[in-house]
């Protein structure tokens, strides 16, 4: 792993982390509606379309004039540099005339430890996998505000699922970056082999699987309702070893501080729109997260989902489950989370949505 004096020193000296003296290419205000997404991170990717020859010079400059004249440039970049989102589309959408059809695969699994930007520094200092997952989703729209990353919780089990917002069609050699990349950036950050429980895309299933056997270390299943990696839940508590908490602050402070320049609202976990559940069940779940206090209540769920109780309870246990099933377990995992922190029974009751803390109690034996 690389220590944190070098990661101190290289931060100092990293264009990423300066401040920005040239004009840069769009500077994402309210009045700006483009689409824009992370100069550096547009220009990494046709490095190194570049370098595995899936591209040439000719390429870049009939996607984009202004990308060729960047490349040419070769001067330092900053996380104010914004580019079309259109380039970036394009330049993926070229990898589709590759005989290669593994590109996407192969660019996630590199990780340049010495080309990291200021909110991969910033992840190498959060404790542990869960804290960096949840700051990279936060600002990951200095990247690419099109990506969208959702957390899912249950049995032990941490579902990350993966999809472009964007109503631009973006290929799934893309989708495969992503999903590979952030694999492969957890084990460098922990310094330790992850292998998923499962690993899951919604294309459908090429004729060569070997490369993502080796990319994952597991079989993948195509085809499925989402792109994701599931992990155990242990995986996500793996602490970061190069963390260092005044760092973290700092970093923290810059990164916000440029996402909020470009104008462009963080995203929570809690903001992740209703449309990205596909099942009812995650629906259901999504919305007790949402507010369990208003959302324990059938009618309230159903009014929402412009749901029938009786076509509710139906779905639900077409799926497997029930609305009680998974109220209980929503309930005990909140109510464990709160008592750690001694929240007053008062408030955990109404959060949980008890009418007393004796209806809370009898449901607590039920838990155990």
Not at 282 to 298: A, G, I, N, P, R
Not at 329 to 357: M, S, W, Y
């Amino acid at each position: 792993m690389i220590s944190n004096e070098w990661q101190f020193d290289s931060l100092l000296n990293d264009p990423m982390t300066q401040s920005f003296h040239e004009q840069p290419f769009h500077k994402k205000t309210s009045q700006n509606t483009t689409s824009t997404v992370s100069a550096v991170a547009l220009v990494d990717l046709a490095s190194e379309l570049l370098s595995l020859n899936v591209i040439n010079l000719d390429d870049i400059s009939l996607i984009s004039p202004a990308l060729q004249k960047l490349m040419e440039q070769n001067r330092n970049l900053t996380p104010e540099d914004r580019f079309d989102e259109k380039a970036l589309i394009d330049l993926w959408r070229s990898t589709k005339q590759s005989n290669d059809k593994q590109i996407g695969l192969k660019i996630g699994q590199k990780v340049n430890k010495h080309a990291k930007g200021v909110l991969a520094h910033l992840l190498s200092h959060c404790n542990t996998l869960n804290e960096a997952f949840d700051t990279f989703t936060s600002l990951i729209a200095l990247l690419n505000p099109s990506e969208l990353w959702v957390k899912k919780e249950h049995d032990q089990l941490v579902t990350l699922e993966f999809c472009f917002q964007s109503n631009h069609d973006y290929p799934h050699q893309a989708v495969e970056r992503s999903v590979c990349a952030l694999l492969h950036w957890a084990e460098f950050f922990v310094d330790k082999k992850i292998t998923p429980m499962a690993v899951t895309f919604r294309h459908d299933e090429p004729q060569n699987t070997q490369a993502y056997l080796d990319a994952f270390n597991t079989k993948v299943q195509f085809g499925a309702q989402a792109n994701s990696l599931v992990l155990s839940s242990a995986v996500m508590t793996l602490p970061i070893k190069t963390a260092n908490a005044y760092l973290k602050e700092v970093l923290s402070s810059r990164a916000h501080h440029i996402l909020e320049s470009l104008k462009v609202p963080a995203f929570t976990q809690e903001a992740a729109p209703l449309k990205q559940a596909v099942t009812i069940t995650d629906k259901v779940l999504t919305l007790f997260k949402e507010d369990l206090s208003t959302f324990h209540q059938t009618e309230q769920i159903c009014s929402r989902l412009h749901l029938s109780r009786v076509t509710l309870y139906r779905k639900l246990k077409a799926e497997g489950t029930t609305f009680r099933t998974l109220l209980n377990q929503v309930r005990k995992e909140l109510a464990e989370h709160e008592l750690k922190k001694n929240t007053p029974v008062i408030e955990l009751c109404e959060q949980l949505g008890f009418k007393d803390p004796s209806t809370f109690y009898k449901a607590q034996k039920h838990w155990k």
